[in-house]
């Protein structure tokens, strides 16, 4: 068992909806790269998940609130940042899985197929493109940041906004599912998941817009 002192609790949060995730919804046989380096913004639907989840989180007592560089999450982590009077740290640590080539939502579709063929850590092993990343990358360029940041905010609670691929992967990682279990989708715009951690031990001990075996149709 961890010692209540030795405990960081993270809340690992999902951006609410950008303009890509539309995007992707509406032209699915063309990629979302023109969106440029740090992607789209949050739809109007998506501010106000974001500003309806800092609500939800207020009474929290966040220490710090860390986020991935990309528009769509440092807009989400800024709103729920002013509600606790805190500035937000960006980090490209937190960036989305890195695909290797943009893609079309069919073209990423026709591409998954061959994980029907795979074994669970095949599936976790799979990249797109040789130059991009797997989940057993992804998920080791998260634990190294939390490695970083645990030790700093023991026995306090962060809030780190980020995107779904990296959140699937660490739950799927910490045995909290398998990989068929949670689809793309699983986790809903504006979804968290809360760990509690002495940087060795990860216990999910709470969740919000989190389904298995279900998804929410939307992207990444």
């Known amino acids: 068992m961890i010692k209540k002192k030795e405990v960081t609790t993270l809340y690992v949060i999902r951006h609410g909806e950008s303009e890509s995730n539309v ?18 913004s949050l739809t ?3 501010r106000d998940q974001a500003e309806k989840l800092a609500k939800r989180l207020l009474t929290v007592p966040f ?16 709103l729920i940042a002013k509600e606790h009077g805190l500035s ?19 073209k990423k579709k026709e591409i998954e197929k061959a994980l029907d063929l ?56 910490v045995k909290f599912a398998r990989y068929d279990e949670l689809p793309s989708g699983s986790i809903k715009n504006g979804g968290y998941f809360v ?9 999910i001990s709470d969740r919000f817009g989190i389904t298995r075996n279900r998804g929410y149709d939307d992207e990444e």
């Open 23 to 40: 995007y992707a919804q509406e032209n699915p046989d063309k990629p979302a790269s023109h969106f440029g380096e740090f992607g789209s």
């Open 44 to 46: 109007q639907k998506g």
């Open 63 to 78: 220490a710090a609130i860390f986020s991935s560089k990309l528009n769509r999450a440092k807009e989400t982590a800024e």
């Open 88 to 106: 937000v740290i960006t980090t490209q640590v937190l960036r989305e899985r890195f695909f290797g080539e943009p893609m079309s939502h069919t």
């Open 118 to 173: 795979l074994t669970e850590e095949g599936k976790f092993a799979f990249k797109y493109f040789p130059n991009g990343e797997s989940g057993h990358d992804v998920v080791k360029r998260f634990k190294n940041f939390l490695e970083e940041i645990i030790p700093v905010y023991k026995g306090k609670t962060i809030a780190i906004i980020t995107h779904g691929y990296l959140m699937r992967s660490f739950l799927i990682n």
């Open 195 to 203: 760990v509690k951690t002495d940087g060795k031990t990860f216990t």
